[in-house]
């Protein structure tokens, strides 16, 4: 059983289109996030919920829409798509933790490709 | 503002031969330091952490590594390379800054392990 499952795997669409990205975990984590790594392995953080409620936003372009409907669930939806937002998009999850010690667990990652 | 910095964007070894991927932060608060592992298609795997215990963490799949204040470094270290042990290692730092992290990591650039047998 998949502690973090996303959908799609992989996404392949043209520069303005509007796609979504979503994310489920089965571990009872309160907190979820999305990370991107981009073309070099880079990983850098973007959103971060706690509980349905955003707690980081990582200056990241308002066509980056995350939503929370419940604390096991993380969607990613992103309008207006450009060429550099290529990348695999991960989700993770972690137990609340308000020193940063928790681990994170990640999803297998979306690969998106904007042509 | 913290930072990580991998030595060595590839390392390559033979099996059996220790294994050593570097890193090193900068954190203007006490740090938590983490190495996580990624294969090939897949999200990554933590491999072990260190949250002001121990200096020296071990973790899975025979890994260890040492956090030394001094050097501002927690390098990775296994004594016997295996071929499955190929992948890319990430480190990465969280600060301790008492309730705002939220498990806010800062990664490094990565590092490519390749295992020849």
């Known amino acids: 059983d998949t502690a973090v499952s996303q959908t799609p795997k992989y996404l392949v669409t043209q520069m303005g289109n509007d796609k979504s990205i979503k994310c489920e975990q089965n571990?009872?984590?309160?907190?979820m996030y999305w990370y991107k790594q981009d073309s070099k392995k880079f990983l850098k953080i973007m959103f971060s919920?706690?509980?349905?409620?955003?707690?980081i936003n990582e200056t990241v372009p308002n066509r980056f829409s995350p939503k929370s409907p419940d604390k096991a669930h993380l969607n990613l939806h992103i309008n207006s798509l450009e060429l550099g937002d290529s990348a695999v998009y991960f989700c993770?999850?972690?137990?609340?933790?308000?020193?940063?010690?928790?681990?994170?667990?990640f999803g297998e990652g979306s690969r998106l490709t904007v042509l | 503002a913290q930072s990580v910095t991998q030595l060595g964007s590839h390392v390559s070894v033979s099996e059996g031969a220790l294994v050593l991927l570097r890193c090193n932060y900068s954190?203007?608060?006490?740090?938590?330091l983490f190495w996580y592992v990624q294969y090939p298609n897949q999200g990554l795997q933590l491999l072990l952490k260190y949250t002001s215990a121990a200096t020296l963490v071990k973790g899975i799949n025979g890994f260890e590594a040492e956090f030394k204040k001094s050097e501002t470094s927690f390098h990775l270290t296994k004594p016997s390379a295996h071929m499955s042990d190929a992948a890319e290692y990430f480190c990465a730092v969280s600060a301790n800054a008492g309730g705002t992290s939220y498990g806010k990591l800062t990664f490094g650039q990565g590092t490519i392990l390749t295992v020849h047998p």
């Open positions: 993770a999850s972690s137990p609340m933790d308000w020193y940063g010690a928790g681990e994170l667990f």
């Open positions: 919920y706690n509980n349905k409620e955003l707690i």
């Open positions: 571990l009872g984590h309160d907190t």
């Open positions: 954190s203007s608060v006490p740090p938590y």
